[in-house]
C-alpha cells in the first residue's frame, strides 16, 4: 500500500515537472514572440508624397501618423530631458529598477493610492507596445522579464529610438519627429532646448499638456524638466535660464493637411498594387508635379468653370457642370499638374484619370494626320458634300445622315481648312476615301481602346480619358513620337534607398517630325483663325483642336505650346447637356489659354515659338507655298476639276 502510495506521488511529480516544463517553454516561446516586435522594430510608419522639387504635398497613413526618426535625429537635449523626468538611472539598470519601484511603492503606501510610478522607460515602452494597461501581479512580471530580454538584446540607443518613435505626443502624432514637424515645424536636430522639453513633457500625458491647447500648463511642465536637468547638473545656469525665458511658437495647423488631394488619390490609386504598405511603409515619393504650376491649374478650372455657369444662369457652387485639366510636358511626358475636379470636397472622383468621354472634334486630327502621312497635303482638297449612310442595328435598318456644325456643305474644301473648321462631312468623306479597316490598324498604334471599326470614327465616337488624350496627343506635341504621360518619378523606402525609378517611355513613332510638324501648323491655325480663337496666348505659339459632342455634352479643348501640353474637359458628370456656350471654344478653351499666360509669365524663359524641322518646305520655284514634305507634296491638279455627284448612298 505504502509503494503504491509513493509510485503515486512519483508520478504526480513527474505529471507536475513536466507541466512546468511545457508551461515554462509555452512561456519563453510566447516572451520571445513578443520581445521580437520591438528587436526587431518596425511600426507603421506614414509615408510622403512630393512634388518634383521635393515639397510635400501630403502624408498618407493608415491609423497612425508617424514619420520615422533614427537615433542620430534626435537631439541629445530631448534624450537628457525625458531621461531625466521619467527614468534617471536608465543607462544604468537593466531594464528593471528595484529602488524606483521601492521608493514608489512607499510613497503609493503613504499617500494611500498610486502617485508615483516605478517603471523604467523599458517597461514602459514594453506596456505601450507589447502588453496591455491591465493592473495585475501577472503582467508587471512579464514585463519585467520583457524588459530585461529587450536590454540583453538592444543597446541603450536603439531602445530610446524605439521609445521616442513609439509614443504618441498627441494632436494625432505618433513619434517625436512627427510631433517636432506638427507643434514647431521643424526637424528633431533643430529644436531648441525649450522646445526640446516640451515634447519630453508630452508624453507622460498629451492631452492635459497638449500645446496648442494648454500653452501654459505645457510650459509649466516643460519649466520643471529644465529645473530637473538644472539639478542633475545637465544644464548649466545660462542655459537654464535663457531656455525658462523662451517662448516658443506652436502651430495649430496638422501635418495632415492634403494641398492636392485629387494628385494625393492618384498615386495611391497607381502604387498600391505594387507597395501593398503604401501607406504604412514609411515611403517617400516623388512624384512630377510642380506646384506652382498646379496653382495655376487650379485657377485655371475655376476661371473658366464660373465663366461658363454665369453665362448659364447657374450658381458655381451649386451647378453640376464640372471640369479637369491635365498639364504635362512635351519632351518628358511628365505630368506638371492635375485637377481632378471643380470641388474635391464634393466629389473625389478624378476626372483626368479615371472618366471616359467622347473626344468628339478633338479627335479628327489623328484621321488628317494618317491622310498626311499617306500622301495628302495642307492643300489637297476634300469632298465636303453630305453622305447618307445605311447601316443595321439588332437586326433594323438604320439611316445615317451626318451634317456639318453649321448645318451647311461647300462642295469642296482643302484639307486645312476643313480641319481648321472642323467640317464634319469632309472628315467623313476622307474617311471614306481612306478606308475605315485602313485607318484603325494605323490608330491601334496608339493603344486606344475599343476603337470603332466603322465610320463613327471620323466623329470621335470613342471613350478616351484627358490622361488619354495628353498620351496620344504627346504624338503632335513631341515630333510624331507618342510618349506615356507620368505621375510618379521615384520611391524610396524608409532607409532611403530608391526602390522605384521612372523612365520617359516612349510608346510608338506614330509619325515623323516632318509630317507631324503639317499637323501642328494645321493646329495652330484653329487657334488663330478657327473655333480654337479663345485658347489663343498673346507671344506664345499654341497649336490645339477644339471638341465639342452632340448636343454639347463634352466640351474639350487639346493643345500645346512649344514646351507643354495641356487637355482640358468640361461637362456634367451626369451627361446631361452643358447648354448654350457649351462648346470646347467656348468651355474649355479659355481655362487652356488661363493656364498657358500664367505658365510663361512664371517661366519667362520658356520656348514661345516652334521649331520647323528641316524637311519641311513652305516655297517652290521662287513661290511662297503650302507647306510640304517630300511624303505630302503640293497637290498636282485638284479634286474641284472634276464632278462628283454630290449626294450618294452607301451600302
Known sequence: MVNQLIKGSILLLVIFGVALFVAFIYAYNEIKLDADKLINYNPPTSSVILDAKGEKIAYIFKGQHRLYAKYNEIPGSLVEALVAIEDTR????????????IRAAIKNAQAGGKIEGGSTLTQQLVKNTILTNQRSYSRKIKEAILSMKIENALTKEEILERYLNEMFFGHGYYGVKTASKGYFHKEPMELSLKEATILAGLMKAPSSYDPTRHYEKSLGRANTILARMKSLGWINDNEYLEAIKEIPIV?????????????????????????????????TIYTTIDMEEQKIAREAVDYAHKKISKQRGENPDTTTLNGALLAVENKTGEIKAMVGGVNYEKSAYNRATMMTRQPGSAFKPFIYQIALDLGYNPATE????????????????????????????????????????????????????????????????LNIPHIPQDMSIALGNLGLSPVKMAQIYSTFANGGHMIEPKLISKVLSRNGSIIYESKTQEITNFTTPEQAYLMTDILK?????????????????????TGTTNKNIDAWFCGYSPTTEVIVWFGRDNNEPIGRGGTGGGTAA?????????????????????????????????????LYTDI???????????????????F
Open 90 to 101: 536608465f543607462f544604468e539598470h537593466n531594464g528593471v529598477n528595484p529602488d524606483a519601484i
Open 632 to 650: 505630302s507634296p503640293l497637290p498636282t491638279r485638284t479634286q474641284s476639276e472634276t464632278n462628283p455627284d454630290t449626294d450618294f448612298d452607301l
Open 382 to 445: 476634300l469632298t465636303d458634300v453630305a453622305r447618307t449612310f445605311q447601316y443595321y442595328s439588332e437586326g433594323k435598318r438604320k439611316i445615317w445622315r451626318p451634317k456639318n456644325y453649321e448645318s451647311n456643305f461647300v462642295g469642296f474644301i482643302k484639307l486645312r481648312e476643313a480641319l481648321v473648321h472642323s467640317r464634319n462631312l469632309a472628315t467623313i468623306n476622307l474617311v471614306t476615301e481612306i478606308g475605315v479597316q485602313r485607318i484603325f490598324e494605323k490608330l491601334q498604334q
Open 525 to 545: 491655325d484653329i487657334v488663330i483663325r478657327g473655333t480654337g480663337r479663345n485658347a489663343r496666348v498673346p507671344g506664345v505659339e499654341v497649336a490645339g483642336k
Open 251 to 283: 502651430y495649430q495647423d496638422t501635418l495632415t493637411q492634403n494641398i492636392a488631394p485629387y494628385i494625393t488619390d492618384e498615386v495611391v490609386r497607381r502604387l498600391s498594387k505594387e507597395f501593398k504598405d503604401i501607406r504604412t511603409g514609411g515611403y
Open 590 to 626: 479659355p481655362a487652356f489659354a488661363y493656364f498657358l499666360k500664367k505658365l510663361h509669365n512664371l517661366h519667362p524663359e520658356m520656348a514661345r515659338t516652334f521649331t520647323r524641322p528641316e524637311g519641311v518646305y513652305s516655297s517652290k520655284d521662287g513661290m511662297m507655298t503650302e
